[in-house]
């Protein structure tokens, strides 16, 4: 049976080690496939071995550069390549970004994720972004960041800066990754990570569900990021929002059991890991969020936007919260 190669080149390398399990697409195909009710059931188990089951770790997300980014990922509103009407920002000025993230705070959010619309970023881009984390930092929250690719060395100026978290999605099925992305490679989105790791950074590292994938393609994406050594801290989950003018704006709707099946077998495959329900929540009828809150998910993003999309109300958040006898995680250094 077909095993990933998850081997980088030159010094970034993220191997699984020896000792770990590694996690074939068979196996985690064979997770997909139990009854529906036996996997959550194994998964909640799991998740009851490693984290308190109550306690959901918030963040909040907020786009400091909005649109313009020259990649034509299928799924994204923020591509320059796509016409779906979004208006493109530069960058906001530190005070607006440190008065989001003092509201974040107040509301229950123990992490502050900022994200910008680049392939990657320049020189003079990371001196703007590591003022901003080590401002945000100071207000007493784990910071996060998704910029894009990373050449030599900016990854140490991030984590000298503060930053606590890298966000670097490997989006898809490596086998499939060339479908929906190719203005980068998997082997891109490897090497960054691969520097995010070196340069100390704790990873972020999920994938979008629901962009025409078979069931044994979304095993390939928790394969791949299952079998990353050390396994991500964070795990997002997306579904797929589909916006009009991207080529994907008329997906096929996946089952919502197939949503908690993906959420289950991270849980199963990533003991360790926080896993987010992310994108896509807004869709979600409570009773779905919580089974998958059920099926292991013990993060969420906390804010009526994700970037550019529509996330719950942070009202409707506390009470679904309030009803499931769920509350936040606490942060303290």
């Known amino acids: 049976m077909t095993t990933f ?5 030159a010094k970034n390398e993220l191997t699984p080690h020896p000792t770990a399990q590694y996690w ?3 196996q985690v195909e064979e997770l997909f496939e139990m009854p529906f009710m036996e996997l959550v059931f194994k998964a909640a188990k799991v998740h009851r071995e490693y984290f308190n089951p109550q306690e959901i770790q918030l963040s909040t997300l907020l786009s400091i550069k909005t649109g313009g980014c020259p990649e034509d990922c299928e799924y994204c509103p923020q591509s ?7 208006e493109r920002q530069t960058m906001l000025d530190v005070e607006e970004i440190l008065e989001k993230a003092r509201i974040a705070k107040s ?3 123990s992490r502050f994720c900022m994200g910008a619309a680049w392939r990657g970023p320049k020189p003079k881009d990371i001196e703007s972004v590591t003022k901003i984390i080590s401002a945000v930092k100071d ?3 784990e910071t996060c960041g998704t910029f894009g690719m990373l050449e030599e060395g900016m990854a140490e100026d991030l984590k000298q800066a503060g930053l606590d978290y890298y966000n670097h999605n ?3 099925d490596p086998d499939r990754y060339d479908k929906i992305i190719h203005t980068r490679s998997h082997d891109d989105r490897m090497d960054t990570l691969g520097k995010v790791r070196n340069a100390g950074l ?3 590292c999920g994938g979008i569900v629901g962009m025409n994938e078979t069931r044994p393609e979304r095993a390939g994406l928790i394969a791949s990021l299952a079998n990353l050594d050390p396994q991500p801290e964070s795990v997002p989950i997306n579904q797929l929002v589909k916006v009009a003018g991207t080529p994907l704006e008329h997906a096929e709707d996946l089952d919502w059991t197939e949503f908690v099946r993906t959420i289950a077998v991270a849980r199963i495959t990533m003991p360790n890991s926080y896993v987010r329900l992310s994108a896509g929540r807004g869709e979600m009828p409570e009773a779905m969020q919580a089974l998958c809150f059920m099926a292991g998910a013990n993060s969420i993003f906390y804010g009526d936007k994700l970037l ?8 409707h958040d506390q009470l679904l919260m309030a009803k499931l006898d769920l509350y936040p995680l606490t942060y303290s250094e």
Not at 308 to 315: A, G, I, L, V
């Open 308 to 315: 550019t999309t529509e996330n719950p109300e942070e009202d």
């Open 202 to 204: 704790k990873v972020c």
């Open 80 to 86: 320059a390549r796509y016409d779906t009407g979004l």
């Open 5 to 9: 190669n998850l081997r980088l080149k």
């Open 24 to 26: 074939r697409k068979c």
């Open 139 to 141: 207000l007493g929250l």
């Open 107 to 109: 509301r229950g959010a």
């Open 170 to 172: 490997l989006d898809t």
